[in-house]
């Protein structure tokens, strides 16, 4: 039995082949395609808090001691390490790195952008 014989568009069609002649649309950009000398602030990512588990010890020792500070002298003073040595982590950090999904802050972006900015006329 012969294959039924189907119109040439009917063909074209099934094959995908009328895709190939149209033309992909035109862009027509509503503003010109330049870099803006700023980007919009965005918040950063919080991070991790630090110094819980001293804090909390020495909480429950104010609870268990009436709110007395001498009893509790000790954990005071490793909560006050902690905090100390963890302030001391983040002004060491260095402000140019990278965040931890790998992208610039936005205050940094603008640093940038302000110290390089578009070029809006030709030469």
Not at 27 to 51: G, M, Y
Request: proline content about 7%; glycine content about 2%.
């Amino acid at each position: 039995m012969a294959a039924p014989a189907y119109p040439a568009w009917v063909t074209r069609w099934v094959s995908g082949q009328w895709r190939n002649k149209k033309r992909p649309p035109t862009f027509r950009p509503s503003r010109p395609l330049a870099l803006a000398d700023k980007v919009a602030n965005r918040r950063e990512q919080l991070t991790e808090a630090t110094c819980i588990t001293e804090m909390s010890v020495m909480m429950a020792c104010w609870k268990q001691n009436d709110f007395n500070d001498a009893p509790c002298a000790e954990e005071i003073r490793i909560f006050y390490d902690c905090v100390a040595k963890a302030e001391k982590e983040r002004k060491n950090q260095n402000e140019d790195t990278l965040s931890s999904r790998g992208n610039l802050p936005s205050s940094k972006v603008n640093k940038l952008l302000k110290r390089f900015p578009q070029m809006t006329h030709y030469v």
